[in-house]
């Protein structure tokens, strides 16, 4: 089962920043954040992933917070583009041939 | 570099058939997955290979079988085909103690 629980749905306006939240107060300490997302008809992508700090490129920023049971994915200047399922997995750090387990995910859509 | 192609991209069997599933991982990479996903769900892990044995595999009846080839391709075999079967398959690889998993767009199975 997956260790993350996130909202079925969100929205956003194109061009504002798009905040995804993610619970995971069961994770461990030696366990990663993994953000995924898929678009329609495609299969999923890497967006970005962390342990403690927060940590940015050049998709998305992703905020943990500092007791590791929730975090968020944000997308700064979202567009019609970025409209997907948002997919938010636990992977232990010690590993590497972990099966990727995905809940629902959040289906983000943006408006023009 | 090539990413991961997968063939064919829709298919249309007949309940108790067999199928064949190809994937073509991504340069550089040594592992293949497969996942399963139903209409509405997140992906469900099948199996993964490594080094042409399966290195790991889900909750899926013995009716689903895989192989991979020195080149690192592979193979999803599904046999006695059901109509629970129609979903999308979606092939995932990377570099064996990484999560740097890269996914194809996946074939369509469709069940009669």
């Known amino acids: 089962d997956a260790k993350t629980t996130q909202p079925p749905s969100m929205d956003c306006a194109e061009g504002r920043a798009a905040n995804l939240p993610c619970n995971h107060s069961t994770i461990s300490g030696n366990e990663y954040v993994y953000w995924y997302r898929q678009i329609h008809s495609q299969g999923p992508q890497y967006i970005i992933h962390g342990l403690k700090n927060n940590e940015t490129n050049e998709m998305a920023s992703l905020i943990i917070t500092e007791d590791r049971k929730s975090s968020t994915l944000i997308l700064p200047h979202a567009t019609l583009r970025d409209t997907a399922v948002y997919y938010c997995?636990?992977?232990?750090?010690?590993?590497?041939?972990?099966?990727?387990?995905f809940g629902k995910g959040t289906k983000l859509t943006v408006n023009p | 570099e090539t990413g991961v192609t997968q063939s064919p991209t829709h298919l249309i069997k007949t309940r108790g058939q067999q199928v064949t599933l190809r994937c073509s991982s991504q340069?550089?990479?040594?592992?293949v997955s497969w996942y399963q996903q139903a209409l509405g769900q997140g992906p469900q892990f099948i199996f993964q290979?490594?080094?042409?044995?399966?290195?790991g595999r889900g909750n899926f009846p013995p009716r689903f079988s895989g192989l991979q080839f020195p080149n690192y391709s592979s193979e999803l075999n599904v046999n006695a085909l059901e109509l629970d079967d129609s979903a999308l398959y979606l092939c995932?690889?990377?570099?064996?103690?990484?999560?740097?998993?890269?996914f194809g767009s996946g074939t369509r199975l469709t069940v009669v």
């Open positions: 290979y490594y080094r042409e044995e399966e290195n």
């Open positions: 995932a690889s990377s570099l064996q103690g990484t999560y740097g998993y890269t």
């Open positions: 997995i636990a992977l232990p750090i010690q590993g590497g041939s972990e099966k990727l387990v």
């Open positions: 340069s550089g990479h040594n592992t």
